[in-house]
């Protein structure tokens, strides 16, 4: 029988989403100012091409000022960051986004670390992730899904994790890690697993609050899950099912939701737990640049 509250992230997302368009219709009216978003999509990758339609038309529905740049897959390096330095000086823009994976001849480094650090929404160049390792995040942006992840514990057991026993699965630049350097802020006793985690199912037992983000369809299972644990699902995995004859996809994530809710206190589904609010931080932070901006608070 399942016990574990099942943690919304889609109402939470919803929630956040009317204070940002509230708040943004404010600084339009009060400072002349309107967020802008740029996006930059290079290729056909389809799953790229879904997200980035979604996060123009949220962008908008905020009202936000948003524009979508669309490069062929072959574009040249020295064009993206021409396009990105443009982007970088254009006075209506506050939040560049380029859009990953991107295709095998351009250098994902480069790319992203040509993007101003005080317009890096995604919170991927190195100044904002020195400002977070280091605790310094009054102006730094946090990429957008652990800093969604952070707002469902804290709903969970508070802002302050202390005495808590986390684990994140996966060390990777864009969850894992700035996941781990979150929970180390909240004071949370923080272990980061991968795959040469030795005992992985032993480690995750000890923990309060478990993050999987590791791209493996229902490898958490409740066995693992000590009584009582928060755990939020990050993965997304992609497979095709048959529905009445016709082909359709079906997301999965990294942690098997009937077993593990029989055993936690709140667990996130796959979909809507943490997709939803990944796509409201990148709004929250487009906002967040807007206002900093401006010289005013964030
Ligand atoms: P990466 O592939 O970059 O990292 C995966 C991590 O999992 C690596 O650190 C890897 O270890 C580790 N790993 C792989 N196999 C195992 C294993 N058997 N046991 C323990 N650890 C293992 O993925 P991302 O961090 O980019 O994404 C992770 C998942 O989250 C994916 O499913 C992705 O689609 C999803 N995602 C969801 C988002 C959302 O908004 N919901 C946003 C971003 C990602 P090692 O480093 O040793 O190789």
């Known amino acids: 029988m399942s016990n574990a509250i099942r943690i919304d992230g889609k109402a939470k997302a919803a929630e956040l989403s009317e204070e940002i368009t509230a708040e943004t219709a404010e600084l339009l009216e009060q400072h002349g100012l309107q967020p802008g978003l740029a996006v930059v999509i290079i290729g056909e990758d389809p799953a790229s091409q879904v997200y980035v339609r979604n996060k123009g038309k949220r962008a908008e529905g905020c009202g936000f000022y948003s524009?979508?740049?669309s490069l062929d897959a072959g574009t040249s390096q020295d064009d993206v960051l021409k396009l990105i330095d443009e982007l970088n000086n254009d006075d209506k823009i506050h939040g560049i986004l380029v859009q990953l994976p991107l295709p095998d001849h351009l250098d994902e480094q480069t790319i992203t670390q040509s993007i101003s650090p005080a317009k890096d929404v995604d919170g991927f160049h190195f100044i904002n992730i020195g400002k977070l390792t280091s605790g310094n995040t009054a102006d730094a942006f946090v990429p957008c899904t652990p800093a969604g992840c952070m707002l469902m514990i804290e709903d969970q057991l508070g802002a302050d994790l202390s005495g808590l026993n986390a684990v994140v699965i996966g060390r990777s630049n864009i969850v894992g890690k700035p996941m781990a350097a979150l929970l180390l802020q909240a004071h949370a006793t923080v272990t980061i697993c991968h795959s040469r985690t030795r005992d992985l199912a032993g480690v995750v037992h000890e923990a309060d609050i478990v993050i999987a983000a590791v791209g493996?369809?229902?490898?958490?299972?409740?066995?693992?899950?000590?009584?009582?644990?928060?755990v939020i699902d990050v993965g997304i995995n992609r497979s095709e099912v048959e529905v009445d004859g016709e082909t359709k996809s079906k997301l999965t994530g990294d942690v098997d939701y009937d077993s593990v809710s029989e055993v936690a206190k709140a667990v996130t589904p796959v979909p809507g737990g943490v997709g939803p609010m990944t796509i409201t931080m990148l709004m929250f932070n487009t906002l967040r640049a807007a206002r900093l901006s401006a010289?005013?608070?964030s």
């Open 67 to 69: 524009v979508q740049h």
């Open 216 to 230: 493996r369809p229902n490898m958490v299972t409740g066995s693992w899950i000590k009584p009582g644990a928060v």
């Open 295 to 297: 010289g005013l608070d």
